[in-house]
């Protein structure tokens, strides 16, 4: 059973707190990055297009006439070969289709948390929802950045429980920070999230 920092919503460090046992997940990178794959897919629009040339707005008759010219055989201007003329093989405005059971999804989001929880980039805080003032989260932050040496600049990832919208109002407009509810959390938000804060109103549910 992993063990991960515990601090105050004043920032102070307390004893280790022993995360569930879903955050010792064994791992598993080639699920980890198929988690990722189908996330980044499902966020894709697909909706890059380009004309064939059937579909350009250009005349289609032959430009000159088969023989007696000395120059190349052509047909119309709409062909690939000619500036203004379609695209050939050009993406067709198709959207992926990928997806992954809840089963996978969730293995994967445990997979990322043990991970982050292992090279010492999970952290839990109790009290979040106390957090009234963007002033008193940056001071947070500060001293949790502080505290366990990390680099100036990183990126943290507060995962909520379900509507402390007082907290995530403190802490949506500081630089760097990603607010999401816990429940809301998947492999990509994780995994690419840099430190993951969690509450720890969350761990026993």
């Known amino acids: 059973m992993s063990k991960v920092s515990l601090y105050s919503s004043k920032g102070v460090k307390g004893q280790s707190v022993s995360l569930p046992k879903k955050f010792s997940e064994k791992e598993n990178l080639i699920l980890l990055a198929q988690a990722i ?3 980044e897919s499902e966020k894709h629009p697909g909706l890059s297009r380009t004309k064939t040339r059937a579909e350009v707005a ?6 000159w006439r088969q023989k007696g010219t000395g120059r190349a055989r052509h047909g119309a201007r709409s062909a690939p070969i ?3 003329g379609g695209t050939a093989h050009g993406p067709k405005g198709i959207k992926r289709g990928l997806t992954l059971p809840k089963k996978m999804r969730k293995k994967a989001l445990n997979i990322a948390l ?3 929880a292992t090279v010492g980039k999970l952290v839990v805080v109790s009290g979040l929802s106390s957090l009234k003032k963007t002033k008193e989260a940056a001071n947070l932050l500060n001293k ?7 680099k100036e600049g990183v990126k943290f990832t507060f995962g909520l429980k379900d509507g402390d919208n007082q907290a995530r109002l403190a ?3 500081l630089k760097n920070v990603y ?12 995994y690419f999230g840099g430190i993951i804060v969690i509450d720890k109103e969350v761990l026993n549910k």
């Open 114 to 116: 043990s991970q982050k």
């Open 144 to 150: 949790i950045a502080r505290s366990q040496k990390y």
């Open 171 to 173: 802490l949506r407009n």
């Open 58 to 63: 250009i005349s289609k008759a032959k430009i």
């Open 179 to 190: 607010v999401v509810r816990f429940s809301d959390l998947n492999a990509h938000s994780v």
């Open 37 to 39: 794959r189908v996330y």
């Open 82 to 84: 000619f500036v203004g």
